[in-house]
């Protein structure tokens, strides 16, 4: 039989068969020579999402700014979003250019924590950070994270243990 007809008949028997030869269940599969596919649980995009722009390069000794944009995409009534940032110590100083009036920043040192405090479905909000490199060559990253919540009396410094997922930002001093 040529490839062509033998791809037609397995996809005629396993149509016939209501698919149970392409996924086979894990009982069958245990005792089959075939693999086991696994079904993997559908993991649900996170309501609250973040985007960092950045340049590639930078001069020594010269800055650069960093854009976090965080956005409520599918979070149901208002919540409150700690945005927390890492910088190496390839930078100098860092420091809060732009914000909404609704955001609060600190910076100590090359940490940056901010609470957003009001992101009700849909919305989105940019906070700009402006950070000056080192005079070395080399490579200087940022790390970026947020979590959200809706208890607006929460500790910053407790939510910032729970980061999971952080966007690294590198940039290149040249």
Not at 41 to 52: K, M
Not at 69 to 98: E, H, M, P, T, W
Not at 116 to 137: E, F, N, P, Q, Y
Request: hydrophobic residues 40%.
């Amino acid at each position: 039989m040529s490839p062509l007809t033998t791809r037609l008949t397995a996809a005629a028997l396993a149509a016939a068969l209501g698919g149970t030869l392409l996924a086979p269940t894990p009982a069958t599969a245990a005792g089959s020579a075939l693999p086991a596919l696994s079904a993997a649980p559908a993991v649900a995009p996170s309501a609250i999402g973040y985007t960092v722009t950045f340049p590639a390069h930078v001069r020594r000794g010269q800055s650069l700014v960093y854009s976090v944009k965080v956005s409520n995409r599918k979070a149901n009534g208002q919540r409150y979003v700690a945005l927390i940032g890492d910088f190496s110590n390839r930078f100098r100083k860092i420091k809060v250019v732009s914000k909404p009036r609704s955001v609060k920043c600190s910076v100590k040192g090359r940490d940056l924590s901010c609470w957003i405090t009001s992101l009700d479905k849909g919305d989105s909000t940019t906070v700009r950070i402006r950070a000056w490199a080192g005079s070395r060559r080399g490579t200087a990253t940022a790390a970026f994270g947020v979590i959200a919540t809706s208890d607006g009396n929460a500790d910053l410094r407790k939510l910032k243990k729970e980061i999971s997922r952080k966007i690294k930002a590198t940039t290149r001093i040249r």
